[in-house]
């Protein structure tokens, strides 16, 4: 089994910056990435970034040039440092990993979320 633990997350003003982090530990095989995801209040989830275990970053367009993800493999750790918040970036965070086990089985496994809320 795997787990998830998300930290950083908090009450943050406008213009400010917040630092997300996910480890992962357990029965951990091969990586292929991890990212963040968010759910606001009545939306859907949605993808915010990820990485992969090569350092491949991709990022939603909402996000691009305020947020920056990372990756510590040697910790099974990802990253998500947040500047320039709005308030529009309140959600919940997910931290996901996306695994490989042999040939052909995938595995996903999410964390607990950590609520973000951006607010004066």
């Known amino acids: 089994q795997v787990q998830l633990v998300e930290s950083g997350g908090g009450l943050v003003q406008p213009g400010g910056s917040l630092r997300l982090s996910c480890a992962a530990s357990?029965?951990?095989?091969?990586?292929?990435?991890m990212g963040w995801y968010r759910q606001a209040p009545g939306k859907q989830r949605e993808l915010v970034a990820t990485v992969t275990s090569g350092g491949i970053t991709t990022y939603a367009d909402f996000v691009k040039g305020r947020f920056t993800i990372s990756m510590d493999n040697a910790k099974n750790t990802v990253y998500l440092q947040m500047n320039s918040l709005k308030p529009e970036d309140t959600a919940v965070y997910y931290c996901k990993l996306n695994s490989r086990r042999g040939a052909v089985t995938i595995d996903n496994y999410w964390g607990q979320g950590t609520q973000v809320t951006v607010s004066s």
């Open positions: 357990g029965s951990i095989f091969s990586i292929n990435y």
